[in-house]
């Protein structure tokens, strides 16, 4: 019986790690698009002003 759980903690932390890692990466892009876009938006509205 321990194998059997020692095999299913196995996989519970792989399944953690493998998200936290997912939700790392995206977060990553998430944050680098919202710097693009206000960079773009500030440049649209500069260029509108003048």
Do not use: F, G
């Not at 876009?37 to 003048?50: C, G, I, N, P, W």
Request: charged share 20%; net charge positive; hydrophobic share 45%.
């Amino acid at each position: 019986m321990s194998r059997v759980t020692a095999i299913i903690s196995a996989l519970i932390i792989c399944i953690i790690v493998c998200l936290s890692w997912a939700v790392n990466h995206y977060r990553d892009n998430a944050i680098a698009y919202k710097e693009q876009r206000d960079k773009k938006v500030s440049e649209l509205k500069q260029a509108t002003a003048t």
